[in-house]
């Protein structure tokens, strides 16, 4: 650059092809979380959803059903405060809480210093529940092996033409609090048909934390993904 | 909006690539987001304005976005397609796999270096 003016005198343009995902460095070190999980043969879920689909109450039902054949541990992603990790912590199961500070999402990197708080406790099945929001944890992988979103009936059965990402890039597609249909204008087979659309092989499960209905698949898929 | 910590991310990126290359600053970057990437794309040019403030390599630089539509692969046929509607194979009639449309990507950019 010109030192008298500032002008571009003695300078030239230069593109770069890169081709290069923006994320590269969270996909790397979702690549090392996932690496760390296999070592030490744990499976990794990730919960995604809005805030208030029953994530929380979810977890507290699943470790009820499998704590007994299944060791379990939690990392609980919010924006502020303990309490999703108290649920937990009342069932007797290894949590850690991560408060992002307001962010919308967990990343690669808080998963990998939760997992490290971890480091003591002897666990086959981890559950990370991510920040409840459906549109920015899609795009951050963490290194699970199942990523899992969910809609609970009264969101309404449209809610995958809404928010394609979160299905594009989900293994399973859980619909919760079911024990609600009666009262909501709540079309499965839609809810079910549109997501489909977007991702087709996804496994979608319909289930209530509450009544227990729809569980027992759920909690199979788990103990194989373990076991199997 | 985690357009912002994506552009800090795609910021970062580029800025090492930037000393690498000598460069005085950053002319053009040019990003590519699939259809199914769940970015917004009005969000991530208003994080990249805000990004641009405080960046001085960044100063000058213009933002073009390209968008990827979905693409899916047949298991059985291994071809790839483009749905118009549900992704099933126009062959096989076989629900597809993603294959493309979740990309978040810096493609291309342009600096200014000593010539």
Redesign the interface.
């Known amino acids: 650059?010109c030192e008298h003016c500032g002008c571009?005198a003695?300078?030239?343009?230069?593109?770069?092809?890169?081709?290069?995902?923006?994320?590269?460095?969270?996909e790397h070190l979702a690549s090392k979380n996932r690496k760390h999980f296999d070592e030490k043969g744990i499976v990794a879920i990730n919960l995604i959803s809005a805030p208030g689909s029953g994530k929380t109450s979810l977890l507290e039902a699943t470790i009820a059903q499998l704590r007994d054949e299944i060791p379990l541990a939690v990392i609980e992603g919010d924006p502020e405060t303990e309490r999703d990790a108290e649920r937990i912590r009342r069932q007797g199961v290894p949590v850690v809480q991560v408060t992002t500070g307001g962010?919308?999402?967990l990343?690669a990197v808080q998963v990998h210093r939760a997992f490290h708080q971890l480091e003591k406790e002897k666990f086959r099945l981890l559950f990370i529940e991510n920040v409840g929001n459906l549109?920015?944890p899609?795009?951050?992988n963490l290194g699970e092996h199942l990523r899992v979103v969910l809609v609970s009936v009264p969101e309404g059965s449209d809610k995958p033409a809404k928010?394609?990402?979160?299905f594009?890039?989900a293994d399973v597609f859980l619909i919760t609090k079911t024990d609600l249909l009666p009262y909501f204008d709540f079309d499965l087979e839609e809810a079910k048909s549109l997501a489909?659309?977007?991702?087709?092989?996804l496994r979608v499960i319909a289930l209530s934390a509450k009544s227990g209905q729809g569980l027992e698949e759920w909690c199979q898929l788990l103990r194989d993904l373990v076991f199997g | 909006?985690?357009e912002a910590?994506?552009v800090m991310?795609?910021g970062?990126?580029i800025a090492r690539?930037a000393k690498e290359?000598g460069?005085?600053k950053v002319?053009?970057v040019v990003?590519s987001f699939g259809?199914?990437?769940?970015?917004e794309k009005e969000a991530f040019c208003f994080a990249f304005e805000a990004f641009k403030k405080d960046s001085p390599l960044f100063k000058e630089a213009d933002l073009e976005i390209e968008l990827i539509p979905?693409v899916?692969f047949c298991p059985l046929c291994q071809q790839e397609f483009s749905p118009e509607?549900?992704?099933?194979c126009p062959r096989c009639k076989l629900?597809?796999?993603?294959s493309k449309?979740?990309?978040?990507?810096?493609?291309?950019?342009?600096?200014?270096?000593?010539?």
């Not at chain 2, 259809?35 to 970015?39: A, C, L, P, R």
């Not at chain 2, 990309?103 to 010539?115: G, T």
């Open positions: 650059m571009e003695g300078l030239k343009r230069k593109e770069i092809t890169l081709e290069k995902n923006i994320l590269e460095q969270n962010a919308c999402h990343d549109l920015c899609s795009a951050f928010y394609p990402a979160a594009y890039k489909l659309k977007i991702n087709p092989r | 909006m985690h910590s994506l991310a795609m970062e990126e690539l290359q460069a005085k002319l053009r990003v259809q199914w990437s769940g970015i979905a899916y509607e549900a992704p099933l629900p597809g796999l993603p449309g979740g990309e978040l990507e810096i493609k291309k950019v342009e600096f200014l270096v000593e010539d």
